[in-house]
């Protein structure tokens, strides 16, 4: 498969790609099922890694779920506005 054939869902945004470390569907299966959700209707195509860091540093402050989807929302939003200035 050609690259730009495996790169053409990023949609218009001029992000670095990343070399994973793990099983990318393993890291996913993983992952609690409010966090596997918000991963499904996502802007962006985010790793397992990614979101479980923000998810995990969000249920350490003592934040509920939904507040951690919203913590989620946030970092996709600034990501998205960054690529758009790029």
């Not at 690259?3 to 992000?15: C, E, S, T």
Request: with cysteine; proline share 7%; charged share 30%.
């Amino acid at each position: 498969m050609r690259r730009q054939q495996r790169n053409a869902n990023r949609g218009a945004v001029a992000l670095p790609t990343r070399t994973r470390r793990e099983d990318p569907m393993a890291a996913y299966d993983r992952l609690p099922a409010p966090l596997r959700a918000w991963l499904r209707e996502a802007a962006l195509p985010w790793s397992a890694q990614s979101c479980r860091r923000i998810w995990q540093a969000a249920t350490r402050e003592g934040l509920s779920p939904e507040a951690a989807l919203a913590r989620l929302d946030a970092a996709e939003r600034k990501t998205l506005e960054r690529g758009v200035r790029s």
